[in-house]
């Protein structure tokens, strides 16, 4: 029990003091001052009539810079087209795409994305994607840090709206695992790709730094946006950073436990579910918020305060860090006293993705089918 409990220990301290440290790095753009570069903010869009409207209001109230919104209809079959189509009518500001014909190997959003970059006029390419809701300074802020840093990209997370108690138990593990895993400030520092990080929810990139890195044609046959914009504009020699996304935007990506699975699975083989990643990610994660709570239980059952103490703190470091992270990020406080379930759903979806892609199976999403890991 010693080992273990030790273990526990160190591995919620790690996370205790990684969450501190990015937090404190992790901070909002500030307000965007003197002129700035035109931005095309890009959306596409499948199936989103429910969401379109909504994703164009905020888009078209952008204050403080010039805009263009571009909007890609990706097959849609239920009227997303023709509502944009009567937007795009009302104000010259906003353009319609049709789609063309997926070539073999792509996916189909890296292949809406491509088009929408070919398309863009203006030097900031901003993709957002249907299910965001932009804050009407959310443009002018991204270009203004973009400005400022010298930054040739620059992602953040919106804050994540959740309903359900499905959402509220996994949808933050996003952040813990960003959070509490990738060293922001060292990151920062260091031009390695393999810091590169973003969110394709909201994602702003300078139009030379894309086609240098090949833009989305440069991963076609893979969803990672989120990951992979950063990491192919670093390899071309740009600079991209996060930034705190919880005042310039928000989004609920999924409403159901059905779409969280799907969706948590669709890109997981680009991301832990490997065969090396997954164990290392399973220590960490099962080690750290789930493992102190049994050596706990263990500990009062058998009666040994010296190893019930060692994991009570273990206990508290990781609930003092989730605790933060909802203040900061505007999180439920449900997901956090159900922080340790979410763990664990987290892992189930990654040790089933891997399982799946190991036998050739695939994903539904937006109703066509993807191998795993978007092959």
């Known amino acids: 029990m010693l080992a273990l409990t030790l273990l526990g220990l160190a591995l ?67 009227g997303t087209a023709e509502i944009v189509a009567a937007r795009a009518g009302a104000d010259p500001r906003v353009r319609l795409l049709h789609g063309a014909a997926m070539p073999e190997g792509w996916i189909g959003k890296t292949h809406a994305c491509w088009q929408l970059g070919q398309a863009a006029r203006h030097p900031i390419l901003l993709f957002v994607d249907a299910d965001v809701r932009l804050a009407p300074d959310a443009a002018a802020r991204l270009a203004g840090q973009m400005e400022r840093a010298g930054l040739d990209c620059l992602s953040g997370f919106p804050r994540q709206i959740t309903g359900t108690l499905a959402e509220k138990v996994v949808i933050p593990q996003i952040f813990t695992t960003l959070l509490g895993y990738l060293p922001l400030p060292m990151a920062r520092r260091s031009p390695e790709p393999s810091f590169g990080a973003g969110c394709g929810q909201l994602m702003a990139v300078r139009r030379a730094a894309y086609e240098a890195a090949g833009g989305h044609a440069a991963f076609s046959g893979r969803m990672h946006d989120g990951l992979l914009i950063p990491r192919n504009v670093r390899k071309a020699g740009g ?137």
């Open 12 to 78: 919620a301290a790690l996370f205790a003091g990684m969450v501190a440290a990015n937090l404190a790095a992790l901070q909002p753009p500030p307000r965007a001052e003197g002129a700035l570069p035109a931005v095309s903010l890009l959306i596409p869009a499948r199936d989103e009539a429910e969401n379109i409207g909504a994703a164009l209001d905020g888009a078209l109230a952008q204050q403080g810079v010039e805009i263009e919104v571009v909007v890609l209809d990706d097959g849609s079959t239920d």
């Open 239 to 375: 600079r991209t950073d996060l930034t705190d996304a919880t005042p310039l935007a928000t989004c609920r990506m999924y409403d159901t436990p059905g779409d969280i699975w799907r969706g948590f699975s669709k890109n997981a083989t680009e991301g832990m579910a490997t065969p090396r990643a997954l164990p290392v990610w399973t220590l960490l994660l099962f080690g750290g918020h789930v493992l102190p709570i049994l050596t706990l239980l263990a500990a009062l059952i058998a009666g040994a305060p010296w190893a019930a103490g060692l994991s009570a703190l273990a206990v508290a470091l990781v609930y003092a860090a989730r605790a933060a992270m909802a203040v900061r990020l505007r999180q439920s406080w449900l997901s956090v006293l159900l922080h340790p379930l979410g763990v664990l759903v987290v892992l189930a979806i990654q040790f089933s993705a891997l399982v799946s892609a190991r036998r050739g199976g695939q994903t539904e999403w937006r109703g066509r089918s993807y191998g795993r890991g978007g092959a």
